[in-house]
């Protein structure tokens, strides 16, 4: 991704360093997937057709390929400073308790 597009990513979503460097690796290297929590770097990652996963969305795919239990990840979760809405933890916990 060239400086203007980048700089394009910065002015129109007001993203930080962070996410522009990941999303502009992601395209480069046709990345299947991309990491990112933060609301308006993910709009922008979808826009140029990325996937994306959020950490919760992440521990849910470790869960499924039974790597972690997603309960006791999302209590260790909780003890940091990362926040999320507690309902979308509540319901990524009720379709795995699904499947």
Do not use: C, W
């Not at 980048?6 to 991309?34: C, M, N, P, Q, V």
């Not at 990112?36 to 390929?65: P, S």
């Not at 999302?74 to 699904?98: C, G, H, P, S, V």
């Amino acid at each position: 991704m060239n400086p203007l597009r980048i700089f394009r990513l910065k002015t129109r979503y007001g993203i930080g360093a962070g996410e522009r460097a990941a999303i502009s690796l992601a395209l480069s290297i046709h990345a299947d997937l991309i990491l990112i929590d933060e609301r308006k770097g993910t709009q922008a990652a979808l826009e140029r057709g990325l996937e994306v996963a959020g950490t919760l969305g992440v521990l849910q795919r470790a869960a499924r390929q039974g790597l972690v239990n997603l309960a006791k990840a999302f209590e260790r979760l909780k003890q940091t400073n990362f926040r999320y809405r507690q309902e979308i933890m509540d319901r990524l916990l009720t379709e795995m308790r699904a499947h």
